[in-house]
């Protein structure tokens, strides 16, 4: 399986973004998927999963302002992003949620908040 970020952009603190994350093979197979982003000189962090069920959860730093969704069918996982700050500036990638299980990185989608 491979993964290919898109939705990401310059948007004003407060603002919203709807990131996608296509697969291009079946993602049914992977029970929990991951949003992850790295800031510049930062590790690259879990911000929000999803398991197949549609059961969610998130990162201290973002509930309450993202929410993640899943469709299997088209194997795609969302990540809804309001109420955006300055410290949510990152390259956002999605993955396995299980970092033991980790598939090749996709390019990422570069997400900039700033007035």
């Known amino acids: 399986v491979q993964f290919v970020e898109s939705g990401g952009g310059l948007v004003q603190p407060g603002g919203s973004l709807r990131l996608s994350c296509a697969a291009s093979?079946?993602?049914?197979?992977?029970?929990?998927m991951g949003w992850y982003r790295q800031g510049a000189g930062k590790q690259r962090e879990l911000v929000a999963a999803?398991?197949?069920?549609?059961?969610?959860n998130y990162a201290d730093s973002v509930k309450g302002r993202f929410t993640i969704s899943r469709d299997n069918a088209k194997n795609t996982v969302y990540l809804q992003m309001n109420s955006l700050k300055p410290e949510d500036t990152a390259v956002y990638y999605c993955?396995?949620?299980?970092?033991?299980?980790?598939?090749?990185w996709g390019q990422g989608t570069q997400v900039t908040v700033s007035s």
């Open positions: 999803v398991t197949r069920g549609g059961t969610t």
């Open positions: 093979g079946s993602m049914f197979s992977i029970y929990r």
């Open positions: 993955n396995n949620a299980n970092e033991g299980a980790l598939v090749d």
